[in-house]
Structure formats: C-alpha cells, structure tokens
C-alpha cells in the first residue's frame, strides 16, 4: 500500500469520523442461515473452493531457506511445501507413491530427504522419489515416473499460493487481481514467521471469518479487551475482484485529529490496522507489529465446525526492539486467541447453534457490514450460486 493510497484511505476515515458514518453497501443484505447449515453445500465448498482454488497458505519466511519444508494437512489434502535446492517454492501431495502414507511429519523443518515412515521409500526435496526399499521385489518400475505428485504453487509478492489439486499453473491475478502492486509494496518476504497456533470453533468457516470482516460489533462484544483499543463502526472498504481490503482505525487517531497534525505526518501502522480478506479463506491482519495471517477451514467435513490456523509473522523494523524488550512471542499470540476464543468464537458457535435450530432463517446484514456482503457473494460467484442482491432502504 502506497503512500498515496495509505493517504487516501486516512482522508476517508478523517471523513467518515468527522459525519458518523462508515464504508456504505448502500442497502441491507438477507444471508439464508443454510449457508452455514447444509451438508450439501459444505461438500461442494471442499471440492471447489478448498481443493480447486489457489488458497494463500502464508509468508515466504515459513520457508526461509532452501532445503526447508513445511508439512501443513488443513486444506483436507496432506501438502508438502518446500524451497528446493535453487530456493524455488513447490508443494507436493504429501503422499507415498507406494500405498499412499502420509511422508513428512506435519510441521516445519529443514531436511534434505524424506523416508516414508511405512516402507522406507526416499524422497528428495525435489520430490523426486531417490530410493526404493528393497527395490528387487519391484521389478522394472521406473523410478522418474514415482515422484510425488506435484501441486501447483506460486509464490507471490511474499506469500505463498497452493492449489490442492493438480492442474493448470497458478494465475497471479486470479490471486491479487489487482493487489499486486499493494502486496509488494508491503515487503511481505521480510516479515520472520514468529509463532503459530490453531483454534477449533464450533461454527460454520464462513461464520469465523465474518467475525473478522467488520468492527460494528468492536465496542460491544470486545468492550473489555480490544474494543477499548479500535475505534468501532468506522471502516474503510475497497474491493479487488474476489479479495477486499478493510481499515480499521484505533484510539490513537483521534490524537492525530487533535494535535491537527497534517495527514502526511500520521504515523499509519500505528493508527490504523490494514485487513485483506483473500479469497477463498483468508484474513491478513497488518498492523505495527507484523502480519498475522488467519487461515481458516472446515473441519471434519462438517458446516458446523471449522478451524483458524493462526500465524503470527513479525515486523522487521519491530522484531529488533521486541527481542531486545524480551517481548513474548508466545504470550502476544495468546492474547489474540483469548479473544477469538472468549468472545468471537464462544458468540458464533451459539449462532450456530440457532441456526441449526432454524432460528432465524436469515441473517440481516446492515449497509455498515459491507465486506460482508462482498465475502459472501464472492464465494457464491465461485460456487455458481446465486448472487445475494442488496435491497435498498
Ligand atoms: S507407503 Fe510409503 S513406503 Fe510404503
Ligand atoms: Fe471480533
């Protein structure tokens, strides 16, 4: 994000505190509470949108070297990312081309080999299959055609992009279509993954990522925690094809407004966190910390439970200053799942709850919850569905 644009949004925030108002939809919205409920729909949700779609599996440091590689089953496919020899990102399906047992360990690490943990079957980083155990009892098969099945990957502007299932190549723009520019303006390679956690919910994904996508609720459910921090119903929002990035100020802008200092002068990251919700299942958080990147998921097939992997990358400029302060990494990730926990996701498993109760039948989304209504036509688009129309008041 630029300096021009990171000025604009400011000046539509200034504006927007200055009238009481927020980003706009321009009509209300009816979400059928089905979407979260029906079984059908979270099956073709799975084949389409979480093994037919490039999904944005994290930061380029999560593989900071050639030689490490990053086990990570979440999409439903066991993936096997890596940085090969020449410092190239490539995943694999992280599956034995013997009797199809799951190769590397989940998690993180640096190895130059992988030996299936069933029959001893070897694997370069490469994927390349190196060795067969007792390689007599197989006769003549040919070694070069038993490599892991490779997924299609791209590493874009610092963040890393897998399709779980095989095919064409990753098209950049069906990713960041037009963000691009944005992305790399940021320097997201720089940011160091710092530390990662995963929270179950029991509620619908969709649900999950809602809660991110709009700070209406900020100073009512969050009083007590962050809502004393954010500013509340005040947001910007702009949308990039299926992705839509949303500002949401803190407290400490209303010192800015105070001092009258000139806009060219407010000290962004610290007065404003910048969101993206990156189609199909993401939300990135940046603020002067660092980037925390919120995967989130549909968890044992189920609509009605998913799971956010939360990882946390931080700043550059900050992580001299917090290793230095003796700043815990663990302890700030912790923070973030007391909240998600305690208050975003104790709220919407009861949500969910209703819903299968069939109470209510519809969701009303205000003008205010505008990324919403964009998130949720985004994904229907991309499921074929009909589009939600915005009903005008
Ligand atoms: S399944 Fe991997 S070596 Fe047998
Ligand atoms: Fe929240």
Not at 153 to 176: F, K, M, N, Y
Not at 316 to 323: A, Y
Not at 373 to 378: C, D, E, K, L, T
Request: glycine share 6%; aromatic share 10%; charged share 25%.
């Amino acid at each position: 994000m630029d300096k021009s644009e990171r000025l604009r949004v400011l000046g539509v925030i200034k504006e927007h505190i200055a009238n009481n108002t927020t980003a706009d939809a321009g009509g209300i919205m009816r979400v059928p509470m089905s979407d979260f409920t029906c079984q059908q729909l979270s099956a073709q949700e799975q084949d389409v949108l979480f093994r037919n779609t490039p999904l944005c599996m994290g930061l380029s440091s999560a593989l900071p070297e050639p030689g490490t590689y990053w086990s990570d089953n979440e999409t439903g496919i066991p993936i096997l990312m890596v940085r090969d020899g020449e410092g190239r990102f490539r995943a694999f399906a992280n599956v034995c081309r013997h009797r199809g047992s799951q190769v590397a360990p989940e998690g993180r690490g640096s190895k130059a080999r992988f030996m299936c943990p069933y029959h001893a079957w070897t694997y370069g980083i490469d994927g390349r299959l190196m060795s067969i155990n007792k390689k007599n009892h197989f006769g003549n098969v040919c070694r070069e055609e038993l490599s892991l099945f490779e997924l299609p990957s791209a590493e874009l502007h610092g963040t890393l992009w897998v399709r779980p299932a095989q095919g064409d190549p990753i098209d950049e723009a069906e990713c960041l279509g037009g963000l691009e520019d944005e992305m790399a303006h940021w320097k997201l390679a720089d940011f160091p993954f710092a530390h990662t956690q995963v929270i179950d919910a029991g509620a619908n994904w969709k649900m999950a990522i809602d809660t991110f996508a709009e700070n209406y609720h900020v100073s009512i459910l969050h009083a007590e925690t962050v809502g004393k921090e954010m500013k509340a119903n005040v947001q910007t929002c702009d949308v990039f094809r299926n992705n839509v990035r949303f500002v949401y100020p803190n407290q400490k802008l209303d010192l800015m407004r105070f001092l009258s200092l000139d806009m060219e002068r407010w000290p962004y990251p610290q007065i404003a966190s910048t969101l993206y919700y990156l189609y199909p299942n993401v939300i990135m958080v940046i603020d002067t910390f660092g980037v925390d990147l919120v995967r989130i998921f549909p968890l044992e097939g189920s609509p009605s439970k998913s799971r956010t992997v939360h990882t946390w990358y931080v700043s550059p400029q900050m992580e001299p200053r917090l290793k230095e302060a003796g700043y815990s990494y663990e302890e700030r990730v912790s923070r973030f799942r007391d909240v998600i926990v305690d208050e975003d996701y104790e709220t919407i498993a009861k949500i969910q709850l209703n819903a299968e109760r069939g109470i209510p039948s519809e969701w009303l989304l205000g003008r205010n919850e505008v990324a919403l209504h964009h998130i949720h036509n985004a994904l229907r688009s991309g499921l074929g569905r009909d589009m939600l129309p915005v009903e005008e008041i």
